[in-house]
């Protein structure tokens, strides 16, 4: 059984920084298609934040280029999300998400990220 696990969120003031870790067990994440993180805002739609692919290639949203750096550590089986310069926009609960075999996707359970401004 595949599991995400999210942690690392909290709340933060304007121009702080915070990094989000994604521990996975039951499948080795370079086994996956992607990893990514994703963000869901309230009143919004789920949204792709960032997303790392088997072979490292990494894509961002525009919102959060330059900002955000997507990253994996395979030996720890966890990936990450560093976030700089955030701003009240950037508030939201953000999601681990696992691309596997036949696109199946496996997701964590979510984190808070409250920026204040």
């Known amino acids: 059984q595949v599991q995400l696990v999210e942690s690392g969120g909290g709340l933060v003031q304007a121009g702080g920084s915070l990094r989000l870790s994604c521990a996975v067990s039951?499948?080795?994440?370079?086994?996956?298609?992607?990893m990514g993180w994703y963000r869901q805002a309230p009143g919004k739609q789920r949204e792709l934040v960032a997303r790392i692919t088997r072979s490292g290639s990494t894509n961002y949203a525009d919102s959060v280029k330059g900002r955000f750096t997507i990253s994996r550590d395979n030996a720890k089986n966890t990936v990450y999300l560093q976030m700089n310069s955030l701003n009240p926009e950037d508030t939201a609960v953000y999601y681990c998400?696992?691309?596997?075999?036949?696109?199946?996707?496996?997701w964590g359970q979510g984190t808070q990220v409250t920026v204040s401004s």
């Open positions: 039951g499948r080795n994440i370079f086994l996956m298609n992607s």
């Open positions: 998400n696992g691309e596997g075999a036949y696109y199946h996707q496996y």
